[in-house]
């Protein structure tokens, strides 16, 4: 995830990575895609998404997801 806190070139690189790990249902990249999508990073807002994939990674017992359901009303 380090890489996406360089240069454009490079967090371009590290986008693609993350989706990928996504794709292949690494939680830890599905996170960060949830988080893009919250925050609309790469041009990605999307809120019904970002709810949804977060209430699976709540499911699967990932922390920040539970974090994130406590504040959803």
């Known amino acids: 995830m380090d890489i996406i806190a360089k240069q454009r ?7 693609i990575f993350i989706t990928r790990a996504a794709e ?8 960060e895609m949830a988080w ?7 041009g990605k807002l999307n ?14 017992g990932v922390p920040e997801a539970n974090m994130v ?3 959803e009303n």
Request: glycine share 6%.
């Open 9 to 15: 070139s490079d967090k371009d690189l590290g986008h």
């Open 24 to 31: 292949m249902n690494h939680l830890k990249a599905r996170a």
């Open 36 to 42: 893009a999508h919250l925050l609309g990073r790469n």
């Open 47 to 60: 809120f019904e998404l970002a709810a949804a994939e977060f209430d699976e990674l709540a499911k699967e």
């Open 69 to 71: 359901k406590k504040y």
